[in-house]
C-alpha cells in the first residue's frame, strides 16, 4: 500500500515535472524566453529614480520594446510626434501584436493626412497612476521630444489610496510579477486554459464567492469617497503642467469602458470579473467612479484650456470592442484610435503647418486651487 | 458533443463512474442511455433516421433468423434482405444523395436543352449516417447468407449501432465483432485501460496537435485560385498528413475509448503511408470500409472469380462507389475512379513489377522498398488533391501547376510541414517494425516512462493545438 502510494505519488512528480519542462521549452522556442530564469512582465520594466520604466530591447511573451523602451517600432526623426502616456488600456493588453491602439492611430493619423507624417509613441506601462506619470514626464520629453503627450488615464488606481501612498506611487509592481520569483509557468498557461473553457456563468460565481470571502476580511463601498477623486483631480492638474512646462501639448482623453454609455444587465458579469481585482469597490460603485472622474478631467480640460477628446462619449461600448472592463480588443483599438485620430488630424496638420511645436494653446486659466466635490 | 470539447471529458467521466459501478446487463443500458445522449447532443433529430432503420434491421434479421431456424431455403429471406437493404440505401440516397443527383439531372437536362426545375430538399445529413447504414447492412447480409445469428434482443443490436465511440465516423464494426462482445460480460483489466488511454491520449495528439495545425496550410493554398506548383505540391502533402491525422486521431480515441470500456475494435490504419503499391495501400488505410467494400459488394459483384475484364470492372465499380460514399460531390467519384484506375494498373502491371524487383539482390531491399514507398506516396498524395478539391476547375487548375513544381520555393513551409509530419513518420516505423522498438514495452520504468509521456502529451494538446476544426469524417 505505501509503495504503490510513493509511485503514484512519483508518476505525479513526474508528470509535474514534464509538464513544467514542456512549458519552459515551449517559452524558449516561441519567444526565447530563459528555461532557468523567472520568465514574467516584470523583464520589460525596470525601475529608476522616477520610478517604474521599459526595459530598453525587453521582451515578454507577445509585448517587445525598442530601444528607448517604449512599446513599438522607434519614432522618426523628422515626423510629428505623439506621445501616448497611460497604463495597460494605451500599452496593450489583448490586442494582436500591432493592433495596440497607439500603434493604429499613428496607421489611422497617416491614412488621414495622406503622408507618413506622424510617429506614435507608446509609453505606457501597465499599471501606470496619473501620479507616476508626472515624475516620468522630464524624463520622456527629453527621450521622445513629442510634440503632443495623449493622456489616457487609468481611472481603477485610485480605488485604492493607501497602495497610491507616498511609498508607492510609481506603479503596481506587483501586477508583474518579482524577477527573482519561482513561478510554474504551467500554472500561468492552466489558469488561461480554464478560463477559456469554464463557462461565463461558472467564472461569475466562483469570482462571486472569492469576492464574499475578500469582503469578509475589508470593507467593501458602494461609491468612492471623495478624497479618492480629489487625488486624482490633483494628480491630473500636476500632470498637464508638468507636460505644458516642457512646451509640450498635452491631449486629455476621457476613460471609456465596455459599458459605453449605458449599464445593461447581460454585460454584469464583466462588471464581476473587474470587481475581483478591486473588492473595495461594489460593482455599482465601478460605473459611478468612472463617470465622476471623467468629469473630473472634462472639468481640468476645461479650466486648464487643455484640448480633450470625450472618448466615454464617442466609444461604443460591447464585448466587440472591450476584451474586459476597460481593455480593448483589436477591434476596439482600431475604432479607439480612428475616433481619437478623427479629433487630432487637425492639431497634427496645424502642427505641421506651422512647423511650430503646437503648445501655443489659448491663454491659460490655472485651475482653481483643488476643492471636493468637483468630479460630481 | 466532439471528442475535443469539455463537455465530452464531463460526458465521458460521468459515463465511465455509472458504467464501471454497475455490472453487465445494466452497463449495456447504461451505453445506449449515453450513446443516445451523445447522438442527440448534436440534433435529437438524428435519432429519428437512426432508430427506424435499425428497428427495421432487427425485424429483418429476426425474420431471417427464424427462417433459417425452420430450415427454409436462402430465396424466402430475400425479401427481408431487400426491405433492410431498401431502407439502408434508401436513408442514405435520401440525406446525401438527393440533391447531388438532383443536381446533375438539372443540369444535363438544361445543357440538353430541357430546362427543367427539380425541388432541392433543405435538409441536414444525419451525422455518421454512412458509417452506421453500412454497420446495419452487414449484420442483415451476415444474417441472410447465414454466417451470423440475429440479435435476440433489441437493445443488444441497437447498442451495437449506437454506441457513441463509433457512432459518427467508424470504423465500421462487423455485428460478428461487436455484437458478442455486447452480449457477454466484459473483462475491463487495467492493462487493457491503460492501453486505452494511450490511444486517447495518442490519438487528440494526432487530431489537435497535428491536424488542427496542419489544416490552416492546407485551407490556406486550397483558397488560393492560382497557386504556383510548388504550393500545389506542399497542400498535397500537408493535407495528405491533415486526413491521416485526422481520421485515425479520432479512430484511435474511438478504440481506446472502447477499450476502456472492455470493448475492442477492428484496427483501421496500419502506417498507410508506407505502402507500396495500391492493394497495399487499401489494406492499410480505412480497413474497415475496405474490407467492408470487399466483402459486401467487390465478391457479390464476382470479384475476381468472373474472368479478368469483369474482375478489372468491378474493382472500378467498388472504387467508384467507395468515393461517392465519402460525400455527394464529383470529387469524391472522381477520387474513387482514380484508386480504382490504380487498382486496374497494378492488377495489370503486378507481375512484371514483381519480376522486376525480383531482379535485385536482397540487399538492395531496404532501398527498393523506399523507393516504392516515396514513389507511392506521390501517388497516394495526387489522389488527395482530388479528394480535398472544392470544384472539377481547382482539380484542373492544381494539376496543370503541378507541372512546374520547384517555381518559388517555400523552405520555411517545408519545414513547417516536416515537422508537423514527424511524429506521423515515427508512428508510422513504430507500427510498420514493432519488434524493433519492443524494447520500449519492456522497460522496467514502463510507468514511469507513461507518465511523462502522458504529460508531454496533454501539454501538446491543452496548449499547442491548432484552432479547433471538426473532424474531416464526421461529414460522411
Not at chain 1, 85 to 111: C, D, H, I, K, W
Request: glycine share 6%; charged share 20%.
Amino acid at each position: 500500500m505505501k509503495q504503490s502510494t510513493i509511485r503514484v505519488a512519483l508518476w505525479a512528480v513526474l508528470s509535474l515535472v514534464t509538464l513544467e519542462a514542456s512549458a519552459r521549452v515551449d517559452d524558449w522556442i516561441t519567444y526565447d524566453a530563459p528555461i532557468l530564469e523567472p520568465y514574467n512582465m516584470s523583464r520589460l520594466f525596470i525601475e529608476d529614480h522616477n520610478g517604474t520604466r521599459g526595459k530598453p530591447g525587453a521582451s515578454y511573451l507577445k509585448w517587445k520594446l525598442n530601444a528607448q523602451g517604449f512599446r513599438g517600432p522607434l519614432a522618426e526623426s523628422q515626423r510629428v510626434r505623439i506621445l501616448c502616456l497611460g497604463a495597460s488600456e494605451t500599452f496593450g493588453l489583448y490586442e494582436s501584436e500591432g493592433m495596440e491602439f497607439p500603434r493604429q492611430l499613428e496607421v489611422e493619423l497617416n491614412r488621414r493626412l495622406g503622408r507618413e507624417d506622424v510617429s506614435v509613441v507608446n509609453a505606457a506601462t501597465p499599471g501606470m497612476s496619473t501620479h507616476a506619470a508626472i515624475r516620468r514626464i522630464p524624463d520622456l520629453v527629453e527621450l521622445a521630444r513629442p510634440d503632443f503627450i495623449l493622456v489616457y488615464p487609468s481611472l481603477a488606481v485610485y480605488i485604492d489610496l493607501g497602495f497610491l501612498t507616498e511609498a508607492d506611487r510609481s506603479a503596481p509592481r506587483q501586477e508583474f510579477g518579482r524577477p527573482f520569483d519561482f513561478e510554474f509557468r504551467i500554472q500561468r498557461r492552466a489558469e488561461v486554459l480554464v478560463k477559456s473553457i469554464i463557462p461565463d456563468w461558472v467564472q461569475t460565481q466562483v469570482r462571486l464567492l472569492q469576492i464574499r470571502l475578500d469582503e469578509n476580511s475589508q470593507d467593501a463601498q458602494d461609491r468612492l469617497p471623495e478624497a479618492n477623486i480629489l487625488a486624482f483631480r490633483n494628480d491630473l492638474v500636476a500632470l498637464i503642467r508638468a507636460i505644458e512646462a516642457r512646451g509640450v501639448s498635452a491631449v486629455l482623453l476621457t476613460h471609456a469602458t465596455r459599458f459605453g454609455n449605458t449599464s445593461s444587465p447581460p454585460e454584469r458579469n464583466s462588471l464581476t470579473a473587474w470587481r475581483k481585482f478591486y473588492p473595495s469597490l461594489r460593482e455599482e460603485g465601478f460605473l459611478d467612479m468612472e463617470s465622476r472622474m471623467n468629469a473630473v478631467i472634462r472639468d481640468v480640460a476645461r479650466t486648464d484650456s487643455v484640448s480633450i477628446i470625450d472618448m466615454a462619449d464617442e466609444m461604443p461600448g460591447g464585448s466587440n470592442y472591450f476584451a474586459d472592463f476597460v481593455h480593448f480588443t483589436d477591434s476596439g483599438a482600431r475604432v479607439f484610435a480612428a475616433r481619437v485620430a478623427e479629433k487630432m488630424a487637425p492639431m497634427v496638420t496645424e502642427s505641421s503647418a506651422h512647423q511650430t511645436l503646437p503648445n501655443a494653446v489659448p491663454a491659460k486659466k490655472q485651475s482653481e486651487p483643488l476643492k471636493a466635490g468637483a468630479g460630481e | 458533443m466532439s471528442f475535443i470539447s469539455l463537455q465530452f471529458v464531463i460526458f465521458l467521466t460521468v459515463v465511465l463512474c455509472i458504467y464501471y459501478n454497475v455490472r453487465h446487463p445494466v452497463q449495456n443500458v447504461v451505453l445506449i442511455v449515453a450513446s443516445c445522449i451523445f447522438y442527440a447532443s448534436w440534433d435529437w433529430r438524428f435519432l429519428i433516421p437512426l432508430m427506424t432503420s435499425t428497428s427495421i434491421d432487427y425485424w429483418c434479421a429476426a425474420k431471417m433468423e427464424r427462417q433459417i431456424a425452420a430450415g427454409l431455403p436462402k430465396a424466402d429471406r430475400r425479401p427481408f434482405l431487400w426491405i433492410s437493404v431498401v431502407t439502408n440505401i434508401g436513408l442514405l440516397a435520401f440525406f446525401k444523395y438527393f440533391n447531388f443527383f438532383a443536381e446533375t439531372i438539372q443540369s444535363g437536362l438544361t445543357t440538353l436543352g430541357y430546362p427543367a426545375n427539380i425541388v432541392m430538399l433543405e435538409i441536414v445529413l444525419p451525422l455518421g449516417i454512412s458509417f452506421y447504414t453500412f454497420q446495419a447492412l452487414s449484420y442483415t447480409i451476415d444474417v441472410y447468407r447465414g454466417q451470423f445469428h440475429a440479435a435476440r434482443r433489441f437493445p443488444t443490436f441497437l447498442l451495437g449501432i449506437l454506441y457513441f465511440p463509433h457512432l459518427v465516423a467508424g470504423p465500421i464494426q462487423r455485428s460478428s465483432n461487436l455484437l458478442p462482445q455486447i452480449v457477454n460480460p466484459r473483462v475491463i483489466t487495467s492493462e487493457k485501460v491503460v492501453a486505452g488511454c494511450d490511444l486517447i491520449v495518442w490519438g487528440a495528439f494526432k487530431k489537435v496537435c497535428l491536424a488542427d495545425n496542419l489544416a490552416p496550410i492546407v485551407n490556406e493554398i486550397f483558397a488560393n485560385p492560382n497557386p504556383t506548383g510548388f504550393q500545389t505540391l506542399m497542400a498535397a502533402y500537408a493535407f495528405a498528413f491533415q486526413i491521416y491525422c485526422d481520421f485515425s486521431g479520432y479512430t484511435d480515441i474511438a478504440r481506446g475509448l472502447a477499450k476502456v470500456m472492455g470493448f475492442e475494435f477492428v484496427l483501421n490504419f496500419k502506417s498507410p503511408y508506407f505502402s507500396t503499391n495500391p492493394r497495399d495501400f487499401w489494406g492499410r488505410w480505412h480497413i474497415s470500409l475496405s474490407t467492408w467494400l470487399r466483402d459486401y459488394l467487390y465478391i457479390p459483384l464476382g470479384g475476381n472469380k468472373r474472368g479478368e475484364l469483369r474482375t478489372l470492372a468491378n474493382l472500378m465499380i467498388t472504387m467508384v462507389l467507395g468515393g461517392l460514399w465519402h460525400g455527394a460531390r464529383w470529387n469524391f467519384v472522381l477520387w474513387g475512379a482514380y484508386q480504382g484506375l490504380l487498382l486496374v494498373g497494378y492488377r495489370l502491371w503486378e507481375p512484371d513489377l514483381r519480376r522486376a524487383s525480383q531482379g535485385f539482390s536482397p540487399a538492395w531491399r531496404p532501398i527498393t522498398f523506399s523507393v516504392s514507398v516515396f514513389g507511392f506516396f506521390h501517388v497516394i498524395c495526387y489522389g488527395w488533391l482530388l479528394f480535398r478539391a472544392e470544384s472539377l476547375n481547382q482539380i484542373h487548375v492544381m494539376t496543370a501547376s503541378l507541372l512546374d513544381p520547384v517555381s518559388a520555393m517555400d523552405m520555411g513551409l517545408v519545414t513547417k510541414i516536416l515537422f508537423l509530419a514527424s511524429p506521423v513518420i515515427l508512428e508510422h516505423i513504430f507500427q510498420y517494425f514493432p519488434n524493433a522498438f519492443c524494447f520500449v514495452m519492456q522497460s522496467r520504468f514502463l510507468a514511469e516512462v507513461r507518465a511523462v509521456w502522458y504529460a508531454l502529451l496533454s501539454y501538446l494538446v491543452l496548449f499547442r493545438g491548432g484552432d479547433a476544426q471538426s473532424f474531416i469524417y464526421f461529414q460522411f
